[in-house]
């Protein structure tokens, strides 16, 4: 830990002897644009619409001054619903970072790899299945970490070989949500709409107590994120280097790997598995950033940025229909992948 | 198979072997497909047994279960046609890309043809079956592309890349599709099954409007798989021995593309059954291009027809889509191919 410390004297911000968070001055102007642009979302999300409170009332009616329309709509409505969006949206971008982290590779994404989509359908088994019996987030964990279980076992190399790694995710990704469809179906028989919230995610109708769950994962997570925060920078040096630094290279792998499981699993338990979020977050902070890193921090706030404004887009498209979020999510974040990998191929990188 | 080292008479006799082998595969698969034809004739929703079916079959039946059991025809035949397809295409594709991962859902080419479908029957006002094969071709064609543009950018593409484009493609285009349906739930209420992939539901009109095309690729595939033995020598052996790799190339694909618009417009997007085909008749009966494709066009079907039945039977009265069914056979597979790829992307 000492030598964690002496090797990199500045740039971190350190509590104690075992904290050691890297702050760069890049990282914290980014972080205040993200955060002033999720505040500007926020209100958007608030005050636009037919049911919208208008920007002028909003300081006032969250401050408890809210009329009967405007408090079923803050409270009830678009509050729940938003303060989900902002935590499901930073768990996502940090659970990407995380699992980019350790597999070196941007497409090693938790929802590329099938992760996602295994707790989305622990997440439906429990919901479905066993009302009642257990807590949807305790599914969500298990269904996770099975797809990470076989997606570890099948490509036989663990998470070394970027080709099979995304190879295997695709193929648990098609196991995942086959076996969503046939809960869904075997217990709600024909809702088109039960069947889309639980495959593609959705942020329709969330309640206060989502919010809690979701905020409580963070709450435990991100401390604990903290800690080998400092630990994955040296790693993203190499292992060996990392290994003389004194960080070794396995523990803060299987801590890194099992906190982007919770995280994935929290964000899957109160909003379905919503696509792409938690591949295009760390990325888009990556080349805001300009620096090598894990970029933590600013993959959290992009990614919660992301959410809060694929949602805005779902409440208030033309569509006569209520699209869930995750459809939005998986058509843009999708033609934003393409767009990476042929930026990537065509420079050789990947 | 056979190597220069062995003498003539030896080397005959090991011909001979190798075809009582196939011939007996074929025999086997043949039997298998009898039977998939028959179990999807006879269990569905209402339970009939076998000795009605065969009433019905002689003619003999009670009108009321001849209706139950005549209503089980279309799907049996558009399984046929459509496990045919797939299977054909997937070795098709296989071949031509000398990728084992090569499959037209895994790289796009059936989500291609839904957004097509789609497409016509929701802003274009397409009405019909014919209408929807000929949008589901134009789909497809401009998915392959898009795929193959993703997946070759920059140098020489490898097995992931075209894997990982036609995984992109699929994703944005099956948004799409589920969008468009989702919001038009009036014009696609017969389509809600057709999105994931299923059988029921679908009559004689659509089978006879997919014929064209799956002909059309089949015999193109047919021609061709003596060429493509030549092809997997490598281009410049294909060469040497007179055949164009390109045209060889091209052509292959093109033939694969009309087969999965054709299953496609018929059964919906079914991914898997093109991946799974091809490895499980290759180690049966080797790498022949002429054997691989007839092989391929036994197991198909059957391979299809049976996850029909089972999601006939493990739902009762209600069904699972096949393309469910296809998914929980064939990822398995997909993950077992994994272990057996080379070196890293």
Redesign the interface.
């Known amino acids: 830990m000492t030598r964690t410390r002496a090797a990199s004297p500045r740039g971190f911000v350190t509590i104690g002897r075992a904290v050691a968070i890297p702050v760069a001055r890049v990282s914290v102007v980014v972080a205040i644009v993200t955060v002033v642009l999720i505040v500007a979302a926020a209100v958007a999300t608030l005050s636009l619409g037919r049911l919208g409170v208008p920007v002028t009332d909003l300081p006032r009616a969250l401050t408890g001054g809210a009329d009967g329309a405007q408090a079923f709509v803050l409270g009830r409505l678009r509050g729940p619903r938003l303060v989900v969006a902002v935590g499901t949206g930073a768990a996502l971008g940090l659970s990407g970072a995380l699992f980019q982290t350790v597999t070196r590779n941007p497409l090693g994404s938790p929802d590329v790899i099938g992760l996602a989509a295994g707790a989305g359908a622990g997440a439906a088994v429990v919901a479905l299945y066993l009302p009642g019996v257990l807590p949807v987030p305790v599914g969500a964990l298990a269904g996770a970490a099975a797809a990470m279980a076989l997606v570890y076992v099948s490509t036989g190399t663990g998470f070394r070989n970027p080709g099979r790694l995304i190879v295997a995710g695709i193929g648990v990704f098609s196991i995942a949500t086959a076996f969503t469809q046939y809960v869904v179906y075997a217990v709600e028989r024909d809702k088109a709409a039960v069947l889309t919230a639980y495959v593609n995610g959705s942020l329709a109708a969330r309640s206060w107590s989502h919010a809690v769950t979701i905020w409580a994962v963070l709450l435990v997570v991100v401390p604990l994120v903290a800690l080998i925060a400092g630990r994955l920078e040296i790693g993203e040096m190499g292992d060996e280097l990392a290994g003389v630094l004194g960080a070794g290279p396995r523990s803060t792998w299987a801590w890194a790997v099992t906190l982007s499981i919770v995280l994935s699993a929290g964000a899957v338990s109160v909003a379905g598995p919503i696509a792409f979020i938690a591949l295009t977050a760390p990325q888009i902070a990556k080349r805001v950033t300009g620096r090598p890193g894990p970029h933590l921090t600013p993959s959290a706030l992009v990614g919660a940025l992301l959410l809060v404004l694929a949602d805005l887009a779902a409440q208030q498209s033309p569509l006569p229909v209520n699209l869930p979020v995750g459809i939005y999510t998986l058509a843009l974040g999708g033609a934003y992948l393409g767009h990476l990998l042929i930026r990537e191929w065509r420079k050789g990188r990947l | 198979m056979s190597t220069g080292s062995l003498s003539r008479p030896r080397e005959a006799a090991a011909k001979r072997a190798g075809l009582a082998r196939r011939l007996s595969f074929l025999l086997l698969a043949l039997v298998v497909l009898a039977l998939a034809i028959l179990a999807s004739v006879a269990f569905g929703s209402h339970p009939t047994s076998l000795s009605q079916v065969f009433a019905v079959l002689n003619g003999t039946a009670d009108p009321d279960i001849a209706v139950v059991v005549e209503s089980r025809y279309p799907r049996t035949a558009l399984g046929l046609l459509a496990g045919l397809c797939l299977a054909v295409a997937g070795t098709l594709m296989q071949g031509v890309t000398r990728n084992p991962?090569a499959d037209p859902g895994?790289l796009g080419i059936t989500a291609g043809a839904s957004a097509g479908i789609v497409t016509a029957t929701a802003f274009l006002g397409a009405s019909g079956q014919w209408a929807a094969v000929w949008w589901a071709l134009a789909g497809a064609l401009a998915a392959g592309v898009l795929v193959h543009v993703?997946g070759t950018?920059?140098?020489a593409?490898?097995?992931?890349?075209l894997?990982?484009?036609g995984?992109?493609?699929s994703?944005?285009l099956?948004?799409?599709v589920?969008?468009v349906a989702?919001?038009k739930?009036q014009v696609f209420d017969s389509y809600?099954y057709w999105v994931?992939g299923a059988l029921g539901g679908r009559d004689f009109d659509v089978f006879v409007s997919v014929l064209p095309p799956a002909v059309a690729g089949l015999v193109v595939a047919v021609l061709l798989s003596s060429g493509l033995n030549t092809l997997a020598l490598g281009d410049e052996s294909a060469a040497a021995l007179g055949a164009n790799p390109a045209v060889m190339r091209s052509g292959g694909l093109l033939a694969a593309v009309l087969l999965s618009t054709a299953a496609t417009a018929a059964v919906g997007p079914i991914?898997?059954v093109g991946l799974a085909v091809p490895h499980m008749v290759r180690a049966l009966v080797g790498v022949d291009f002429r054997v691989q494709i007839a092989f391929s066009a036994v197991i198909g079907p059957a391979l299809l027809l049976l996850a029909d039945v089972v999601g006939r039977l493990?739902?009762r009265p209600?069904e699972?889509?096949v393309g469910?069914?296809t998914?929980?056979i064939?990822?398995?597979a997909?993950?077992?191919?994994?272990?057996r790829?080379k070196?890293?992307?």
């Open positions: 991962l895994l993703i950018a920059g140098s593409g490898g097995l992931v890349r894997v990982l484009a995984a992109v493609v994703a944005v099956g948004a799409y589920q969008a989702l919001s739930p809600r994931v991914a898997f493990v739902l209600q699972l889509m469910v069914v998914a929980f064939g990822a398995p997909l993950l077992l191919a994994v272990r790829m070196g890293a992307s």
